[in-house]
């Protein structure tokens, strides 16, 4: 069973949100975090009841919000457990239930048939299929998973082994582990092969051959899906 709650999980982490640099998530570098295909992201944020459209700007391209991120993430995740007309279904509950916040604001869980919105001591059914609850945490939504393509999603916060996921650094983009470089700024450095892997702590100190390998590493991943896009 999948539990989901962004609030929940910041104020768990102990993360202050104030001043929280809020950065554009591009489509392929959603995909890769969420393990949603461009395809899906399409489909989910058209037509007159979009599943999840993208808080930043839909056109002329579809620019994501990180708790646009999150709440990816778990629909997603959500999908690989259960139909999409079901996920389609909870998230329209929410709607008739007045509950508007953003997605990524609600604990949801699955067990496989149905899903819950879980507020306290009280769970409420909103695909009208009451199953026996066995919750667990969000940081379960983050770790890999295989989507329903078959296809192994990256862990969310630790995408690769040198890079990292912080909501409260860089607005939740990729960074190397421990600063605040971006991973697409190491990748982009060396992309060209004027500066090697060994040279670039010549210009971050802090970035180590093994840093670079990974930044490039992902960089690949995620342009691969801006090709299949």
């Keep these: 069973m999948i539990r989901t709650s ?18 554009s998530f591009p489509v392929n570098l959603v ?36 708790r646009d991120v ?11 457990e259960i139909p999409l007309q079901r996920i389609r ?35 409420t059914d909103l695909v009208k299929s009451p199953r026996q609850q066995i919750l667990v945490s969000l940081e379960d939504v983050f770790k890999p998973f295989i989507n329903w393509k078959g296809e192994k999603v990256v862990d969310f916060l630790n995408p690769r082994p ?9 607005g939740g983009w990729p960074t190397i582990r421990g600063t605040r470089v971006a991973y697409g700024t190491i990748a982009n450095l060396v992309k060209g092969g004027e500066v090697s892997a060994e040279y670039v702590s010549e210009y971050f100190p802090t970035v180590s051959p093994m840093d670079v390998a990974d930044a490039v590493d992902f960089d690949r991943q995620v342009e691969s899906v801006g090709r299949r896009a």
């Design 31 to 66: 995909c890769t975090l969420t393990g949603a295909t461009s395809g899906q992201l399409a489909a989910w944020r058209k037509g007159p009841s979009p599943l999840l459209a993208p808080e930043v700007a839909g056109k002329p391209r579809a620019l994501y919000s990180f």
């Design 89 to 123: 279904r909870a998230f329209q509950s929410l709607q008739d239930m007045d509950l508007t916040d953003h997605p990524s604001r609600y604990t949801l869980t699955t067990d496989g048939t149905s899903v819950f919105l879980v507020e306290g001591e009280a769970v």
């Design 6 to 23: 962004l609030t929940q999980w910041t104020q768990s982490a102990g993360h202050d949100l104030k001043g929280v640099i809020e950065l």
């Design 70 to 80: 999150v709440a990816l993430r778990t629909v997603a995740s959500l999908r690989k």
């Design 162 to 170: 040198h890079l990292e996921v912080r909501e409260t650094r860089m």
